[in-house]
């Protein structure tokens, strides 16, 4: 039986990277703490100085690194921090939270998600008549635990019980899909009557199919909210956005769309990308379907794309630019990425993902089948590409060379741009992406990643301060992710980064999962 490996990169001054210690890795290194045959890893997600870890095997959480402001939950002492991977007491967590006739039998944790100094944990009751009950731990600084004067050391529930139609309360609601950024938290919710079908009742796959007709959709978020990262406000569409939302509220989409159209979405700092379906009005396309990027929040980077023509944007007066600023918002599909001067047609192409780094989007496009699309000319054996735009100050967009990194592409770029060395041959199965860095795991299991390699976070020596600009594999000492026996099999970047009025330092780590034969 194979064995999941877990290997780790980067900043480790909390002993995030659960390796033992507080040393930096600047070569991917095996964390020892979480070696056994079992191991399965359902998700990985990374805070500003500490790591969880979901494990699909045996149902437990695993934390590691900082617990002062109480992220890592009960169990791990306060004050402190561990630096290697140790279960999270979930058991625990619910008691503080005050949750009434649930044993540990009686539930699964069915995913997790990290602010920057928060957790949270997603648990599925396998009683079908019960709703999901989503707990927090650690900060409330922004209104990210979704729970008004939470403690940070203490465990809460939060609600979603109002966000049902009054017709349905009572309701069984779950969450379909949850995803954190450093400062707010986005989650889509299944809403109906406990006697619907729920083929969600006893799923653990994290894929967002379309919801039955008896059950609804409802985009919920909260947390820091006054760049208009969680839409306009619901009923005051001409209000600006509140500074904090410190509860669950629907996250309003630009019209015709709505929350059952969401497909997947991503967090940035003061922004948030999410990919929506939408019908496919070219019959010259059969069984495809289109897909469209909606852009919410702060456009100060460029990070909304907002001036796909930089220095050519018609003038507007006054108030249109102030209901430009109020609305926060940019829709982009293939054509809007590949744009009029791109030698590929964008018939051909579909756009299969967006991601956020804290200031930056990356879109993620593959090739359609050929079957549906032959292809011919140069292009014609390109399967994924990667068009970002938004903040470029240590080579995040993956535009520039090793040696200069913002060379091809300046500090902030509101033009959808291709990652020059991203026209890739093979397709791009998974894209994880840092504060300043991001990763990419082809379908062959090598590993690529570009940014800011400041605390080797790329898994990189580099003698140029900590900036690959280029995309480069990953390769280290200390494991090596182009080997043909052990492929990577997923991967997760963290996105920390701590300011102060004092001093700036930025904690910034990755982990990466590798599949290999036992040792």
């Given at each position: 039986?194979?064995?999941?490996?877990?290997y780790c990169a980067g900043s480790n001054s909390h002993g995030q990277l659960g390796v033992g210690d507080d040393e930096d890795r600047h070569h991917f290194t095996r964390s020892q703490s979480l070696v056994?045959?079992?191991?399965?890893?359902?998700?990985?997600?990374?805070?500003?100085?500490?790591?969880?870890?979901?494990?699909?095997?045996?149902?437990?959480?695993?934390?590691?690194?900082?617990?002062?402001?109480?992220?890592?939950?009960?169990?791990?002492?306060?004050?402190?921090?561990?630096?290697?991977?140790?279960?999270?007491?979930?058991?625990?967590?619910?008691?503080?939270?005050?949750?009434?006739?649930?044993?540990?039998?009686?539930?699964?944790?069915?995913?997790?998600?990290?602010?920057?100094?928060?957790?949270?944990?997603?648990?599925?009751?396998?009683?079908?008549?019960?709703?999901?009950?989503?707990?927090?731990?650690?900060?409330?600084?922004?209104?990210?635990?979704?729970?008004?004067?939470?403690?940070?050391?203490?465990?809460?529930?939060?609600?979603?019980?109002?966000?049902?139609?009054?017709?349905?309360?009572?309701?069984?609601?779950?969450?379909?899909?949850?995803?954190?950024?450093?400062?707010?938290?986005?989650?889509?919710?299944?809403?109906?009557?406990?006697?619907?079908?729920?083929?969600?009742?006893?799923?653990?796959?994290?894929?967002?199919?379309?919801?039955?007709?008896?059950?609804?959709?409802?985009?919920?978020?909260?947390?820091?909210?006054?760049?208009?990262?969680?839409?306009?406000?619901?009923?005051?569409?001409?209000?600006?956005?509140?500074?904090?939302?410190?509860?669950?509220?629907?996250?309003?989409?630009?019209?015709?769309?709505?929350?059952?159209?969401?497909?997947?979405?991503?967090?940035?700092?003061?922004?948030?990308?999410?990919?929506?379906?939408?019908?496919?009005?070219?019959?010259?396309?059969?069984?495809?379907?289109?897909?469209?990027?909606?852009?919410?929040?702060?456009?100060?980077?460029?990070?909304?794309?907002?001036?796909?023509?930089?220095?050519?944007?018609?003038?507007r007066t006054p108030s249109q630019q102030q209901q430009t600023k109020m609305q926060r918002c940019n829709l982009l599909r293939a054509e809007d990425l590949l744009g009029d001067d791109d030698a590929l047609?964008?018939?051909?192409?579909?756009?299969?993902?967006?991601?956020?780094?804290?200031?930056?989007?990356?879109?993620?496009?593959?090739?359609?089948?050929?079957?549906?699309?032959?292809?011919?000319?140069?292009?014609?054996?390109?399967?994924?590409?990667?068009?970002?735009?938004?903040?470029?100050?240590?080579?995040?967009?993956?535009?520039?060379?090793?040696?200069?990194?913002?060379?091809?592409?300046?500090?902030?770029?509101?033009?959808?741009?291709?990652?020059?060395?991203?026209?890739?041959?093979?397709?791009?199965?998974?894209?994880?992406?840092?504060?300043?860095?991001?990763?990419?795991?082809?379908?062959?299991?090598?590993?690529?990643?570009?940014?800011?390699?400041?605390?080797?976070?790329?898994?990189?020596?580099?003698?140029?301060?900590?900036?690959?600009?280029?995309?480069?594999?990953?390769?280290?000492?200390?494991?090596?992710?182009?080997?043909?026996?052990?492929?990577?099999?997923?991967?997760?970047?963290?996105?920390?980064?701590?300011?102060?009025?004092?001093?700036?330092?930025?904690?910034?780590?990755?982990?990466?999962?590798?599949?290999?034969?036992?040792?």
């Amino acid at each position: 039986m194979e064995q999941i490996k877990l290997y780790c990169a980067g900043s480790n001054s909390h002993g995030q990277l659960g390796v033992g210690d507080d040393e930096d890795r600047h070569h991917f290194t095996r964390s020892q703490s979480l070696v056994a045959s079992q191991l399965s890893p359902q998700r990985i997600v990374c805070g500003a100085n500490h790591t969880l870890l979901l494990d699909a095997s045996s149902g437990k959480v695993f934390g590691a690194g900082g617990n002062q402001r109480g992220q890592l939950g009960a169990g791990h002492a306060t004050e402190s921090r561990t630096t290697a991977f140790s279960p999270v007491e979930i058991p625990r967590l619910v008691v503080q939270a005050g949750v009434e006739d649930l044993e540990p039998e009686g539930y699964t944790v069915q995913d997790i998600a990290a602010t920057w100094e928060s957790s949270f944990f997603l648990l599925r009751l396998r009683d079908p008549a019960r709703s999901d009950i989503l707990l927090s731990t650690g900060a409330n600084d922004w209104g990210e635990r979704g729970h008004p004067g939470a403690d940070p050391h203490t465990a809460t529930q939060i609600d979603f019980e109002k966000l049902a139609p009054p017709v349905e309360r009572g309701a069984v609601i779950r969450v379909v899909d949850l995803q954190a950024g450093p400062r707010h938290v986005v989650a889509l919710l299944e809403i109906g009557p406990s006697t619907a079908a729920d083929p969600l009742a006893a799923s653990t796959s994290r894929s967002v199919l379309s919801p039955p007709s008896s059950r609804q959709r409802v985009l919920v978020g909260w947390g820091a909210s006054r760049q208009g990262q969680l839409g306009s406000v619901q009923g005051e569409q001409s209000s600006p956005p509140p500074r904090i939302t410190a509860t669950p509220q629907p996250v309003l989409l630009p019209p015709p769309y709505q929350a059952a159209d969401v497909s997947s979405f991503s967090l940035g700092k003061d922004h948030t990308a999410l990919l929506l379906r939408e019908a496919d009005d070219d019959s010259s396309l059969p069984g495809s379907s289109r897909r469209v990027a909606v852009l919410l929040g702060s456009d100060k980077h460029g990070q909304l794309g907002l001036a796909r023509n930089v220095g050519a944007e018609p003038s507007r007066t006054p108030s249109q630019q102030q209901q430009t600023k109020m609305q926060r918002c940019n829709l982009l599909r293939a054509e809007d990425l590949l744009g009029d001067d791109d030698a590929l047609d964008p018939r051909h192409w579909k756009l299969v993902g967006v991601h956020c780094t804290w200031n930056s989007t990356l879109c993620h496009l593959e090739r359609r089948s050929s079957s549906t699309c032959p292809s011919s000319g140069p292009t014609a054996e390109m399967s994924s590409r990667i068009v970002g735009f938004g903040h470029n100050a240590h080579g995040q967009l993956g535009a520039g060379t090793p040696t200069s990194p913002s060379a091809a592409v300046p500090p902030n770029t509101a033009k959808p741009r291709p990652a020059s060395s991203l026209e890739m041959v093979h397709r791009i199965t998974q894209l994880s992406c840092g504060s300043e860095h991001v990763l990419a795991l082809l379908e062959t299991g090598e590993v690529i990643g570009w940014g800011w390699n400041e605390h080797g976070n790329l898994g990189l020596e580099s003698p140029s301060g900590g900036q690959e600009g280029a995309p480069t594999p990953s390769d280290g000492q200390e494991g090596t992710f182009t080997g043909a026996l052990q492929p990577a099999a997923g991967l997760a970047a963290g996105r920390a980064d701590r300011t102060s009025d004092e001093h700036r330092s930025r904690e910034r780590h990755e982990l990466d999962l590798r599949a290999g034969p036992l040792d």
